[in-house]
């Protein structure tokens, strides 16, 4: 088996189904891959529904599996254990694999051993037009990335995204998978699993990205509020200070000041709706990376 192709649901089996029905579609010997939808204990009809969808394409491998501890690192993990591939590709459950998806994705591996991660580009289905108050440099909070115009290596700071990321399996014999203090669990926002993992994986292995193993992935209407968006930011911020393992006093006082700053800062812009938006996101942030390092620092 050439290609693992892994789902993560969580009630959403209508996204899931689209999803997987978006892989049966790939121009890629169907012999050569397999779609591995792992369930985290979804409370709808995902297990009935998908595995009526199995039962209509028996021509493909497709394997359904329960993973009943919740959280989007611990179900991630779960495929790469369950995978039979050289290599796992990850499709987020609401998102959409271009037909030349997995060929275009394994051509890059094929290129050199050194490759250990690929990823590719991702393009927003809006549900509601994109909000024109959305600042530009935080667009990738919304799973965007067009990252380069060809194939090439992708260079700390920039990561590939989990909506569209894969992985050679034997990385795994080398390093751990994802971390599971890290990444979403249930509704929450907690994230950086992806960044984490990457950063290791660069101490031993490239990370590349390709514009033509692209998927396109959906924008729910309840994610263009500014309420969400500010949300969103705040768990990046204790997303961050998780990972990075932000504690001490002295660190969580300094994100004290930034902070005070910031809520100085936006107040001068108030009446200025993107700079305000920019200040506030920033506010955001900060409020979050001192709840993370107070989080690290109750861990002794």
């Known amino acids: 088996m050439k290609v693992t192709v892994a789902i993560c649901t969580y009630n959403r089996v209508h996204d899931a189904v689209e999803a997987i029905r978006s892989v049966i579609q790939q121009n890629y010997p169907s012999t050569d891959y397999e779609i591995i939808l792992i369930d985290n204990n979804s409370k709808d009809n995902t297990r009935e529904v998908v595995l009526e969808t199995i039962q209509q394409h028996e021509n493909y491998a497709i394997r359904y599996v329960l993973e009943e501890k919740q959280g989007l690192s611990v179900a991630r993990n779960r495929a790469i254990q369950e995978a039979r591939g050289q290599y796992i590709l990850f499709l987020d459950d609401d998102a959409f694999a271009c037909r030349d998806w997995i060929r275009e994705i394994v051509s890059v591996f094929e290129r050199s051993d050194s490759i250990g991660c690929v990823g590719g580009k991702i393009d927003p289905i809006w549900e509601v037009p994109e909000p024109m108050w959305i600042p530009p440099e935080n667009r990738s909070l919304f799973t965007i990335l067009d990252f380069a115009e060809d194939v090439t290596e992708m260079k700390s700071p920039y990561i590939p995204f989990g909506a569209n990321v894969a992985f050679r399996l034997s990385v ?112 955001c942030y900060r409020n979050g990376m001192i709840v993370g390092s107070l989080r690290q620092n109750s861990k002794g």
Request: aromatic share 12%; proline share 2%.
């Open 172 to 283: 795994f014999d080398q390093l751990a998978p994802f971390r599971e203090d890290l990444g979403r669990v249930g509704n929450n926002l907690l994230s950086s699993e992806e960044s984490e993992l990457i950063a290791r994986i660069r101490t031993k292995f490239k990370v590349y990205y390709t514009p033509y193993g692209a998927v396109q992935h959906k924008v729910a209407k309840e994610r263009t509020t500014k309420n969400w968006f500010l949300r969103r930011i705040y768990w990046q911020g204790v997303s961050d200070a998780v990972r990075d393992q932000d504690r001490g006093v002295v660190r969580t006082a300094k994100h004290g000041i930034k902070l005070a700053q910031g809520i100085t800062t936006a107040l001068i812009y108030i009446y200025n709706a993107d700079r305000f938006t920019r200040q506030l996101a920033k506010v």
